[in-house]
T-cell receptor
């Protein structure tokens, strides 16, 4: 069964600083990979996704992520963090087979932004 | 366009009580699913449906029932609530194509005392 690990439970960065959130997965084949963001009291919003092709994918709100097969990683990055980026971020691995939408989530990383 | 709508937003139950969490989507999505979110554990799949009349179990199905009589609605039933079911519940849906992302509702926060 696939699994997703987000090693950092909490991260604090200063506004304007760069950000990298780590995500490692365990899966027997190339998975579908996603990053979602959750603001307090809200559902999850898709930031970006990777299915195939170019390993560097661009998402909304200035985020990008790079798929590295050799490291089984899909880290999320942003060059300059804004205070509004404070939220919880979830990495997810998708197994979209004929049986349905099986999506496995990591435990999440809570991002705090210092002024 | 309302997207995925969940009701209620908050609910408190006593152990042994039953209730139904409602989920409706207006995007004509084939796939619908229920997740529960617990601190440090991300979201875990409870049940899912690939179309009207078809449901299947996810990772943590025990204590929950679902049905899918229409494309739009996918209610989650707790037959006899337990404190271990205290959680935030999210309904999600997506189109049938493999590269379609999940669309999430805003969640239902359930407390079982």
């Amino acid at each position: 069964a696939q699994s997703v690990t987000q090693p950092d439970i909490h991260i604090t960065v200063s506004e304007g600083a760069s950000l990298e959130l780590r995500c490692n997965y365990s899966y027997g084949a190339t998975p579908y990979l996603f990053w979602y963001v959750q603001s307090p009291g809200q559902g999850l919003q898709l930031l970006l996704k990777y299915f195939s092709g170019d390993t560097l994918v661009q998402g909304i709100k200035g985020f990008e992520a790079e798929f590295k097969r050799s490291q089984s990683s899909f880290n999320l990055r942003k060059p300059s963090v804004h205070w509004s980026d404070a939220a919880e971020y979830f990495c997810a691995v998708g197994l979209f087979n004929n049986a349905g939408n099986m999506l496995t989530f990591g435990g999440g990383t809570r991002l705090m932004v210092k002024p | 366009n309302a997207g995925v709508t969940q009701t209620p937003k908050f609910q408190v139950l006593k152990t042994g009580q039953s209730m139904t969490l409602q989920c409706a989507q207006d995007m004509n999505h084939e796939y619908m699913s229920w997740y529960r979110q617990d601190p440090g554990m991300g979201l875990r799949l409870i049940h899912y449906s690939v179309g009207a009349g078809i449901t299947d179990q996810g990772e943590v199905p025990n204590g929950y029932n679902v049905s899918r009589s229409t494309t739009e609605d996918f209610p989650l039933r707790l037959l006899s609530a337990a404190p271990s079911q205290t959680s935030v519940y999210f309904c999600a849906s997506r189109q049938g194509e493999r590269n379609s992302p999940l669309h999430f509702g805003n969640g239902t926060r359930l407390t079982v005392t």
